[in-house]
């Protein structure tokens, strides 16, 4: 490891150095690890962790505090799977990271952007995370080149998938993993709130962004692959069958639906500090 502290000759005190942009030990491209783990076991293995799912370097400061946040619901492996190739795979990068696990209560149709913007704004009560990094719970990154940052522009993180043979599924695709800075995320309103069940609400969200004149970057798709763990579609997610319709007027709702009127849609049931996360529960009513 090498030494990063500098030591200030007025006060005597040692500061850390910031970490770099890119650090040296990354090592690219490798296959992701989908071996059965516990959430003990995962416990065990990084006790690097603390509480509430906070992962730091300890050796520079890193530029930006970022926040994963991970809509759920009856996905456990897959959430075990994630963690252990992310914290391996964001210690390498240097972030300084938080997870979020926003579990959607009870057995009403799943609502994943409301998930997001309740877990925005759930997150915001603990800290104003400078980057917030939008994390579907099965895609599993395999380029640690791929850096888990934001910059001036609202990034596509999860490019290149298995399920789609490494590329990108289509040009406007927006799903998966994103990532932006606190002040898009209210720029642009969060995500709508209407798209009950499957599909639609990562399409609207790139409407959004361009709407408000910001320009979604990417990288390339060999840094920013993925692999997406095999499952059948969930109970209780079936196929939207408004969300064509709904995409239409995307632009038109984008101020007076969103991030600014989740409030009325949702309650938090629990909130738990644990070591590998921070858990909240939420029940959702889904009454547009
Ligand atoms: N999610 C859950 N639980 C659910 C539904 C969704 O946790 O019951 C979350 C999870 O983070 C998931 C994300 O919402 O990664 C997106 O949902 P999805 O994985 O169902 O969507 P995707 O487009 O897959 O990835 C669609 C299922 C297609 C199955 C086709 C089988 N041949």
């Not at 917030?132 to 910059?151: G, W």
Request: hydrophobic share 35%; glycine share 6%.
């Amino acid at each position: 490891v090498t030494s990063s502290l500098t030591m200030n000759t007025t006060t005597m005190e040692y500061t850390l150095e910031t970490c770099l942009e890119k650090p040296k030990h990354l090592i690219g491209l490798r296959l992701g690890n989908y071996s059965h783990v516990t959430k003990s076991e995962l416990v065990d293995e990084y006790i690097e962790m603390e509480p509430g799912g906070h992962l730091r370097p300890q050796n520079c400061k890193p530029g930006q505090t970022v926040a994963i946040i991970i809509p759920y619901r009856n996905r456990s492996s897959h959430l075990h799977i994630l963690l252990h190739n992310l914290i391996p795979f964001l210690t390498r990068q240097n972030v300084d990271v938080t997870f979020f696990v926003i579990e959607q209560a009870g057995n009403s149709t799943f609502n994943r952007g409301a998930l997001f913007n309740v877990g925005f704004l759930e997150v915001e009560k603990f800290h104003r995370f400078d980057c917030y990094i939008l994390h579907d719970v099965d895609i599993i990154p395999l380029n640690d080149h791929n850096l888990y940052r934001c910059s001036e522009n609202p990034r596509h993180f999860a490019v290149a998938i298995n399920k789609h043979n490494y590329k990108l599924h289509y040009e406007s695709y927006f799903g998966g993993v994103v990532g932006l800075i606190r002040e898009q995320y209210l720029q642009i309103n969060g995500h709508s709130n209407l798209y009950i069940g499957w599909g639609t609400e990562d399409d609207d969200l790139l409407i959004r962004v361009r709407n408000k004149n910001l320009t979604m970057v990417r990288y390339d798709p060999l840094t920013a692959r993925y692999d997406m763990i095999q499952h059948d579609r969930d109970v209780g997610n079936a196929e939207n069958p408004m969300r064509l319709t709904l995409r239409k007027s995307a632009a038109r709702r984008q101020d007076v639906e969103g991030l600014n009127t989740v409030t009325k849609h949702y309650q938090v049931l629990d909130m738990k500090l644990e070591t590998l996360y921070t858990w909240i529960t939420v029940s959702l009513n889904n009454s547009g």
